[in-house]
C-alpha cells in the first residue's frame, strides 16, 4: 500500500526558535497535501492544503506567515513553524492525495505524524 | 460549512458490541469516512459509505442514512486492541479536503 513519511518524528525546540517537518510520499506522486494539528484528546484540524508548484491555501485563523507550507514536488512537501512558542507545541500530520500503483481512484494518505514540543 | 459531531467517549468491555455515532451537517455530501487513530499514532482509514446502507468490513461495519445526516460505527466483539480514538469524516465540495468530526474515545475494559 501508500506510504506517507514524516520527518521528524519527535522534535522539541526552544521558544522563538524554527522547525521544518518533511512530509513525503514514498511510491506514488501526491496531487495534494494537507497537514492535520491536532492537540490532545482533540480532533485533527486541517490547517492548509497545498498543491504541488502553486501557494498553499490556509484554513481560517491559520497564520500563513507563522506556518510556511513548501510544496516543491508531487512527493514532497514541508512545514515550517516559524518563531515556534510553546501554544504551538502540538502533533502534526500531514496527509497526501494521490493514486497508489495499481490503484485507479485518488486515495488520501496519512503520515505517521510528528509531535513538536515548545520549551 | 461543515460539522461532524460525535459522543466523547464511549466504554465497553471486551466480546460487546458497541455503536458510535456521528451526525453532520454540510452543504455538500460526498460520502461519509471512518478512521481510527491509536494515542500518538496517524490516522487508519475503516470504512467508507457513499450512499444509504450498511458496509461490513469484517468486525466492523458502517451504516449511513443522508436523509437524516447520521451515520455510525459498529465494532463487534471488541478486543483490547480497539481502545482507540475513532472519527468520522467527510469531503467538502469538491472532494478538496477532508474534515474529521469531533471525534469518539472508546475505552475497552476486560
Known amino acids: 500500500g501508500a506510504v506517507v513519511s514524516q520527518h521528524p518524528s519527535r522534535v522539541i525546540c526552544k521558544s522563538g526558535t524554527s522547525v521544518k517537518i518533511e512530509c513525503r510520499s514514498l511510491?506514488?506522486?501526491?496531487?495534494?497535501m494537507f497537514w492535520y494539528r491536532q492537540f490532545p484528546k482533540q480532533s485533527l484540524m486541517l490547517m492548509a492544503t497545498s498543491n504541488e508548484g502553486s501557494k498553499a491555501t490556509y484554513e481560517q485563523g491559520v497564520e500563513k506567515d507563522k506556518f510556511l507550507i513548501n510544496h516543491a514536488s508531487l512527493t514532497l512537501s514541508t512545514l515550517t513553524v516559524t518563531s515556534a512558542h510553546p501554544e504551538d507545541s502540538s502533533f502534526y500530520i500531514c496527509s497526501a492525495r494521490g493514486k497508489a500503483s495499481g490503484g485507479s481512484t485518488d486515495t488520501q494518505y496519512f503520515g505517521p505524524g510528528t509531535r513538536l514540543t515548545v520549551l | 460549512g461543515q460539522s461532524l459531531e460525535q459522543p466523547s467517549e464511549v466504554t465497553a468491555v471486551e466480546g460487546a458490541i458497541v455503536q458510535i455515532n456521528c451526525t453532520y451537517q454540510?452543504?455538500?455530501?460526498?460520502?461519509l469516512s471512518w478512521y481510527q487513530q491509536h494515542d500518538g499514532g496517524a490516522p487508519t482509514f475503516l470504512s467508507y459509505n457513499a450512499l444509504d446502507g450498511l458496509e461490513e468490513t469484517g468486525r466492523f461495519s458502517s451504516f449511513l442514512s443522508r436523509s437524516d445526516s447520521y451515520g455510525y460505527l459498529l465494532l463487534q466483539e471488541l478486543q483490547m486492541k480497539d481502545s482507540a480514538s475513532y472519527f468520522c469524516a467527510q469531503w467538502n465540495t469538491g472532494f478538496q479536503k477532508l474534515v474529521f468530526g469531533t471525534g469518539t474515545r472508546l475505552l475497552v475494559s476486560p
Open positions: 454540510t452543504s455538500g455530501f460526498y460520502g
Open positions: 511510491d506514488f506522486q501526491a496531487t495534494t
